[in-house]
């Protein structure tokens, strides 16, 4: 690959020292690229790299950076040098010193720094852990009633603004109450005295600076949006979240299902920087929860040991239809927290829903007793009414697994649980209690009444 | 919620009849909004709303209609209605008909058509299906090398496209080659006639047509960008593709990694849109592959049937064992999968996740296994031996799904397999097979022999 290559330039160039070469190729390269480079480098080679960085790639390319290297470097550079960074990047000593300063003080430290970054810093301003307030920027174009095309341009030319923030111009009143958006391409193609209040959009699409973060991305989805703005309780423009921060948001949100879905609580980090100790934190609590409600199946079986004695078919049937439960509770229930996440199924379309799943869990309950019947009479050369029975199970735990891997979730969603908590290993130990019964209380009556 | 209270307006201008209030209505909502709103009015108000809509609205409501709406809207409307949509939205009937037309005519059709119907036209223009080529726009501003500033600006306004996708500068040579960009904001805050190829930034990240969307969403997302460039196989310009397009793609991939994950075909289409057989016919092979996997548990179970007549707390034991084993799997290999789709872990830090999982199932382990030899000791008054061979035997069950759940992962990402395919629910099956035949040979020795 092209980009083991430049690897390599880049080792050689750094470890012969020719920095006038090495800043020419760093230039040529994306910030995100040069970030990455440097997350293999010792302190020394860090440090010397940084310096060698053209001054105006030095801030987004320590945005970029990941944690550690940026603590290593921050131990390692002086204090002007620090004080340098501060005006653009988050170092977390600053925090404390961040909230003294006035207003616009802060204003000018946030300009430019790193999503993550800038989370750390909202949040000790007070704005709660994954809220639309810990995301936002607050580098954005902002115009008021009077102003024309021409104003907004020169605006823009004036506070230097070098991001894609500008790109949505949000209108204020005198109390700076977010009044309207015009969309900077819009405003290009007309004269430039043009009244920019009369240019402006109907329908404006903002959220509170207490909103979850979830809800920021469903609105940016939806809206197909390249920047939300926030606003504080009494309606008025505090900042914006864009859409580029939207799709880390996205995706988190996405892991953080999905280990719900897997018992796992959320990390915090990714996975090489979560701790041994964390991972078993994480992991521990829900399989015990689940280990001691699988005892549950284990009281079932213990109940009927007498009919485990007559056939030890019944004994090896028992991982197949747990399997089977388990597989066809978790289809449905990953089917409903996707559709829940994504807005295509709410909690009224619980009766729609447990219709489809109940007729889908019929048709393909049925296919697979039908082919389980067959196996245990031809292969396992199995009684017929225990092959029935077993058979007949089978049936009935994919309906009831489809059923309560449907339901479960809605009605954790109408609760105002997190639906992916209600779904899969919890599921698995329902629809496993659920099969055991149903196979032993008929096999009871079938095999040995 | 407001939004109902609208909806409710809504119904009673357009059954009333009153045109023009309902227009004035509709003209602040927006487009999403008014699409949502149709999604539930029978054929005939349906065309009535959208007759009334302002014209320069009904393109982008139509873009925000689902399928079967559009469908029905299409048929009830005329012919010269339909030219006139044609040129910005897709009609199924309308393909061959653009195939046969001029490069440029297909240009004006495609603009402003939404994302999935432009999909179906490229497609149709035989880019693949998911590929950057079904996904792209071919409405961008390309400048040439000898333009500067003013001459952007110009042709912006010249070709008067309305849309977000002007604010890259895509600056290609002669024969059409990507040669640089410039973002809009940049050269909004500089000289009207500063040359744009001073301005070019380097290192042009762009995908070609038949690159999978997925690594176009990772580009998109880890470099931060707006939108993206999308080439031929010689290296000339031929689209873009916008972030908020890229945001439906990453939900899509994760769909279809839970899917994959929960034993299930990916579907085509949303939930409810699904009809009865499909759903049938994504989840029944799966079940029916991993039905016969369990098997490989019951011919186990079946050998040593002597030892379950001997005791019933081994049976008993199984689900237990089966559960835990199966959670533990799940949780090191949505870990893996998620780590593997972020690009956090690749193949070659196996052995490093494998030494990580093998620690965090040891302490996991020997916590469950510990509390279990105290409810069986205790609770259940088992022989010390037997609870010695359970607890041991889910100790080990413990750290092989975690090893395996780890594993399995990144050898199928190595194979070019996907990971989230080698996931869950084969994982399960394995370590199921693995705990019983580590709790019975163990049994057999210790308990009978």
Known sequence: MEWEKIKIRLDTLLSEGRHGLLRGALMVLNPVDVAEYMQDLDAEKLLLLFRVLPKDMSAEVFSYMDGDQRETLVNSIGDAEITALINDMFVDDAVDFLEELPANAVKRVLKNTDPKTRAIINQFLNYPDNSAGSLMTIEYCEVTKGMVVQDALKAIRETGVDKETVYTLYMVDDQRHLIGYIPLHKALLVDIDTPLYEMREPGIISV?????????????????????????????????????????????????????????????????????????????????????????????????????????????????????????????????????????????????????????????????????????????????????????????????????????????????????????????????AASLLILFSIASRLVIG
């Open 208 to 432: 509170k600076t207490t909103d979850d973060q979830e809800l920021v991305a469903d609105l940016v989805r939806k809206y197909h949006l390249i920047s939300i703005p926030v606003v504080d309780g009494e309606g008025r423009m505090v900042g914006i979240i864009t859409s580029d921060d939207i799709m880390d948001v996205i995706e988190e949100e996405n892991t953080e299902d999905f280990e719900k879905m897997a018992a796992l609580a959320p990390a915090d980090e990714p996975y090489f920087r979560t701790s041994l100790l964390e991972m078993v934190w994480n992991r521990l609590p829900w399989l015990m929860i689940l280990m001691f409600t699988s005892i549950l199946s284990a009281a079932i079986v213990s109940k009927y040991e007498n009919l485990l004695a007559v056939s030890v078919l019944l004994s090896a049937s028992i991982p197949m239809l747990m399997d089977t439960g388990g597989n066809c509770g978790q289809q449905a229930s990953t089917l409903m927290v996707r559709g829940i996440a994504l807005g295509e199924i709410t909690f009224k379309d619980i009766f729609k829903v447990l219709w489809i799943e109940m007729r889908v869990g019929v048709i393909i309950g049925f296919v697979l007793a039908i082919v389980t019947y067959a196996r245990l009479l031809f292969i396992n050369h199995a009684n017929p009414t225990l092959a029935l029975v077993i058979s007949f199970s089978l049936f009935a735990t994919v309906v009831i697994a489809k059923s309560l891997g449907s339901v479960l979730p809605l009605l954790a969603s109408k609760a105002k649980f997190d639906p992916a908590l209600a779904a899969s290993p919890l599921i698995t130990t329902l629809v496993d």
